[in-house]
């Protein structure tokens, strides 16, 4: 008896758990569908009589979006690419190369690690304005070029690529540059993935720092533009749905494809330090 | 190029990059904090002026402060401890040998960190309609009346706290289920052959082996819940009903970017950051002292 009793309350606990996370947003996506106005009656419906593609056509061609849509790809993308490289290249450089004052700098840098990027964001805003870059693409997506986290994660991954290799390059005559590019960045290629995805997920969904440092509506990303929405159509649950779908369906994308290296990123950083 | 020359050049861009938009703004966020720079200030810089202390001592006088501080203690303290009660939990279900279908459960229990949290808190509010609100209509199945979610102060920090768990609990879990694996299985084997209990069994090997594990959650988990923002700006209308929502980080972006008391929320932002180093302070005493 007991043996039957375990594992089927385990799991019934743990599909209520699958039911509780997917409803909202099962849901969410069902009240997308629905003309306007048609998740507002009682009793609410589940799902749409007639799935319409109404609300995202509003929020095309009337609210816009899809330049916020633009916005949140190229700072996503833009930040990706420069965090790889300069990340990938620190990290690179604290685990392989000698250099004096290395390690000490390195533990300097943890200690970054510490301090909240609210503390920062006032002056980080002052000092962008007197650059000239509030209010653009660039100022969005210049402080995740370079990340704490980032450059220790590549590192403890670079750790253990053999100083005989780099040796071996080194008597072939390669440079230092070349050795990075051609031979160590397709051995970190794992943990470059991550770092990525990580980059991505993190600018795409980033608010605060884009709330503050943009004010004109063309150069909206999308969680932005989400929230102005939001305030202005308090009680147009349909489109603020549709509006949903479309913020989070990227970073889903990107969490489908990419999950394994994702996770083990998680993990790389929290439990051997 | 020597390997050392190559070090300094590699790790330039990355330095460089940290220590303007990021080592350079905290210094300057302490200096930000003793001024009063305002509206202005911002047109005419030469107009800031040193204040010391005055900040702060405006801020112990705004009830509003008071208010962010009580409301981010609750949602740290409350939110927090359930967010990794729950996330242990489900690690500890996934890690059992009874458990199938274990790579399935961890996806679907992650996804939503990944998520755009104002998406998610759009969604929520929603869902938190009194009337057409999926979770009240969930509730009637039981006989609860109509519960007032976001507009109720008693209700709303509850209901961020609870949008939060959904969220977030993925997180520690998959860092709760790194920490288990990290525990060897003979020590299970010996306990139960020594007719160890289960909970014997909790209580004496996988608590004490989770100990690191525990204490970086902790660390991280703090920080984290301290920066409450996203959630009450687009859920209850920034900080709403009446300041029941309203948070530290909140209350310094109103004060920055609303009203341009661009000093006065330097000062808040210090008072959060001196805050989480307090709180986190013997957890990293007690890191240091006990990591290898």
């Known amino acids: 008896m007991n043996r039957w009793v375990r594992p089927l309350l385990l799991h019934a606990a743990l599909v209520a758990g699958v039911v509780a996370i997917l409803a909202p947003l099962l849901w969410m996506v069902g009240v997308s ?33 899809a330049r916020a849509l633009g916005n949140s790809l190229l700072v996503s993308l833009g930040a990706t690419l420069c965090a790889v490289v300069c990340n990938g290249l620190a990290g690179y450089a604290f685990a392989c190369l000698r250099f004096r004052g290395r390690d000490r700098l390195f533990a300097a840098l943890l200690l970054l690690l510490l301090i909240p990027g ?78 990525a ?27 932005v533009a989400l929230a102005t929405l939001a305030g202005e159509h308090t009680h147009d649950a349909e489109l603020m749905m549709a509006g949903a779908v479309m913020t989070m369906a990227p970073v889903l994308l990107v969490f489908a494809f990419l999950q394994r290296h994702y996770i083990r990123g998680l993990t790389l950083g929290g439990v051997k330090e | 190029m020597s390997e050392r020359r190559a070090g300094w050049l590699f790790i330039a861009p990355a330095l460089l990059l940290l220590v303007v938009f990021f080592l350079l703004p905290v210094a300057l966020g302490l200096v930000l904090a003793v001024t009063d720079f305002d509206i202005y200030a911002l047109g005419d810089p030469s107009a800031v002026r040193f ?64 998520l755009t949290m104002v998406a998610v ?37 509850p209901a961020i706290i609870l949008l939060a768990l959904w969220k977030n609990f ?37 608590l004490p082996g989770l100990r690191p ?7 991280t988990t703090l920080i984290g819940y301290f920066q409450l923002f996203a959630e009450p700006y687009v859920m209850t209308g920034g900080g709403g009903p009446v300041n029941a929502t309203l948070s530290l980080v ?43």
């Open chain 2, 121 to 157: 808190a759009v969604v929520f509010r929603t869902l938190y309609h009194p009337d057409f609100g999926l979770l009240n209509r969930f509730l009637k199945l039981f006989g609860v009346e109509p519960i007032f979610w976001l507009g109720d102060p008693a209700w709303a920090m």
């Open chain 2, 250 to 292: 909140l209350h310094m972006y109103k004060e920055g970017f609303r009203w341009w008391n661009m000093g006065y929320a330097a000062a808040v932002a210090v008072v959060l950051f001196a805050l989480i180093l307090l709180v986190t302070a013997p957890l990293r005493w007690y890191q240091r002292r006990w990591s290898p």
């Open chain 2, 51 to 114: 204040v010391g202390a005055e900040n702060f001592r405006q801020m112990v006088k705004n009830p509003l402060f008071f208010r962010a501080l009580v409301n981010t203690c609750y949602f740290v303290g409350v939110g927090g401890t359930l967010s990794i009660l729950l996330s242990l939990l489900a690690a500890l279900a996934l890690a059992s040998p009874l458990c199938r279908w274990r790579g399935f459960f961890r996806t679907v229990y992650f996804a939503p960190v990944v």
């Open chain 1, 197 to 223: 995805a990580f980059t991505f997920v993190g600018t795409w969904n980033d608010f605060l720092w884009p709330l503050v440092v943009l004010s004109d509506e063309r150069w909206y990303t999308l969680p």
């Open chain 1, 118 to 195: 609210q503390v920062a964001i006032l002056p980080l805003f002052l000092l962008l304005r007197t650059l000239g870059l509030t209010n653009t693409l660039v100022g969005v997506a210049l402080p995740s070029f370079a990340s704490v986290f980032g450059i220790f994660m590549v590192r403890q991954y670079a750790l253990s690529i053999p100083q005989e290799l780099l040796e071996a390059a080194r008597v072939d005559g390669a440079s230092e540059g070349r050795i990075a590019l051609q031979v160590v960045f397709p051995l970190l290629r794992p943990v470059l993935v991550t770092l």
């Open chain 2, 170 to 206: 993925g997180y520690n879990m998959v860092i709760f289920l790194a920490g288990l694996s990290t525990i060897p299985p003979t020590l299970y084997e010996a306990a139960s052959l020594d007719g160890a209990s289960r909970w014997q069994q909790f209580w004496h090997i996988t």
């Open chain 2, 213 to 219: 594990t525990l204490v970086f959650v902790l660390i």
């Open chain 1, 33 to 65: 569908l629905m003309p306007t106005g048609a998740s507002q009656v009682e009793p609410p419906p589940l799902l749409p009589k007639q799935p319409t593609l109404e609300q995202y056509r509003q929020l095309f061609l009337r609210l816009n979006l």
